[in-house]
């Protein structure tokens, strides 16, 4: 039987005190839910990173999730993807990966996959790869060290390999970036999450969440290596990048 998704509930109360977000056990418990409301277009961004994979993967090579969360990437690049081709997930949330082990357990996926914990500031352990994924990931990673890593991603690719990043961004133009964040709090409102709740995850995620631009995100991928880079995907302040090793 597959397991059920929990209402996120995680910034419902008040807190005394505020803190800094954590992928813990709460988050990973409801990480479906959260996602699903916290995100436009989740699903589609979601469809679309696992089209482009099914395009690119290629034969004797290893497909990544990098930030697997829950699973929900390899779920559906389990439909676009051949079969021999291995998937690696990795996550820094122990939690995490104990909930997409349990997930992808219950849907018996006919596939070799490989779930790790690992830190992408001290390792990232990407070889032989025709796809690496990374969606909602390298925003919560510290400036200083994106570029490392993502030079780390490059390196660990064959040849016409794709890298897929989705990413929530900042405007190019400042004057748009106010009126942006208004109409994804809206978003969230729409799909039932309170004045508080929105002011506390906000909070929480203030020090955590560095939005780069569109732009930085291009640039940086251009530094690391990739030749080819065109978004693909844009709804006001997110949008996914796919980036090509020649």
């Not at 005190?17 to 961004?45: I, L, Q």
């Not at 690391?224 to 090509?244: H, S």
Request: charged letters at 30%; proline letters at 2%; a negative charge.
């Amino acid at each position: 039987m597959l397991n059920t998704i929990n209402l996120d509930e995680v910034f419902k109360e008040k807190f005394d005190t505020s803190s800094d977000f954590e992928f813990n056990t709460k988050v990973a418990g409801v990480f479906d839910d959260m996602v699903s409301r916290s995100v436009p277009f989740y699903d589609e961004m979601q469809r679309m990173t696992s089209e482009l994979a099914g395009n690119y993967a290629l034969p004797h090579t290893n497909v990544y999730d990098l930030g697997c969360s829950t699973g929900t990437t390899m779920l559906l690049m389990d439909k676009t993807v051949e079969e021999e081709i291995n998937f690696i997930g990795i996550d820094d949330s122990e939690e995490m990966i104990i909930k997409c082990k349990e997930k992808l357990n219950n849907f018996k996926l006919n596939r070799n996959i490989e779930l790790l914990v690992a830190d992408f500031t001290k390792t990232v352990p990407v070889e032989n790869a025709s796809v690496v994924a990374m969606v909602l990931v390298l925003q919560f990673i510290r400036p200083i060290n994106r570029l490392s890593i993502v030079k780390k991603i490059h390196d660990g690719m064959v040849k016409n390999g794709v890298f897929i990043l989705v990413e929530k961004i900042l405007t190019e133009e400042k004057s748009f970036n106010r009126e942006y964040i208004d109409y994804y709090y809206d978003f969230k409102r729409r799909n039932s999450y309170s004045e508080l709740e929105i002011s506390q995850k906000r909070e929480a995620l203030e020090n955590v969440l560095i939005p780069y631009k569109t732009s930085e995100n291009i640039n940086m991928l251009h530094e690391a290596g990739f030749n080819d880079v065109e978004v693909f995907f844009r709804w006001y302040n997110f949008t996914g990048i796919i980036a090509k090793k020649s």
